[in-house]
């Protein structure tokens, strides 16, 4: 039989303090006003036919493809059917505030950001001794070995070893600057003469530069960009009080 521990309020915020997760938690729970008050103000309102819409994709998202297995998940997460309709309630009024706000600036933000969201795909080995690495550069040029070759040797990372040296599609943002640079100004298929950075002597082979779209994905990331933002610059002015015993955490200036 399993020992039963009962756990109150005053425990769960002391072990919130405790593990320095407090300020993570108000801050979230600040977000939340913020987004209530704002759309409040614009009058956005959710419709039955929306909050439905959110649970179904919620579901989906989830696997929780009968009821059983939805009870299941809000019994797992000590929440109620209504705290599940207040859930599909803010997440629905968060996208319609998100789209509010910043629908109509993603695409000149996206113009006038495009290089940034530009993906190469590259092939990678780094290598400790510099010199090996100008071998290696020779070797490749020459066509003595291939890059798969060179990776199966000489990679010390398991996955890339695997992979013949292949890191997928990356963007400027996920990769170093002096990196970044060399990579965005070559010629496809291009080898780049090795690269010294804090973690070694890198080879890299840039097998293609892929122009971004703004297809539906990279829309709404950019937007949820764009609102995380802006949420956090809300949150910036605002004070935090709270009213249960012991705990008093303030921000800025401006209550909410």
């Known amino acids: 039989m399993k ?42 309102k959710t419709s039955d036919e929306e909050l439905q819409q959110a649970a179904d994709d919620f579901r989906l998202t989830h696997n929780l493809h009968n009821i059983e297995a939805t009870w299941q998940w809000l019994r797992n997460n000590h929440l109620s059917m209504d705290d599940f309709e207040a859930l599909m309630h803010t997440n629905t009024i968060t996208k319609k505030l998100a789209y509010h706000l910043f629908g109509d600036r993603v695409k000149s933000f996206f113009f006038q950001h495009q290089l940034d969201y530009a993906g190469a795909a590259i092939y990678e080995v780094i290598l400790d001794d510099e010199d090996m690495a100008i071998e290696l550069f020779c070797a490749l040029q020459e066509g003595e070995m291939s890059f798969h070759d060179v990776a199966r040797t000489y990679e010390s990372n398991p996955a890339r070893r695997r992979s013949g040296g292949y890191c997928g599609v990356l963007q400027r943002q996920s990769l170093k600057p002096e990196i970044s640079a060399a990579v965005f100004a070559a010629s496809p ?49 605002v004070q935090i009080v709270t009213d249960f015993k012991g705990v008093q955490q303030q921000t800025l200036s401006k209550s909410i």
């Open 3 to 44: 020992q039963i521990f009962r756990i109150n309020q005053t425990a769960i915020v002391n072990h919130l303090k405790l593990s320095s997760q407090l300020n993570r938690i108000l801050e979230g729970i600040a977000t939340c006003q913020i987004i209530e008050s704002k759309a409040a103000e614009l009058g956005i």
């Open 189 to 237: 298929p291009q080898l780049l003469k090795p690269i010294v950075t804090s973690m070694g002597v890198h080879l890299i082979l840039v097998e293609e530069i892929i122009q971004p779209q703004l297809d539906e994905g990279l829309h709404n990331q950019i937007m949820s960009a764009l609102f995380s933002e802006w949420l956090q610059q809300q949150l910036q002015e």
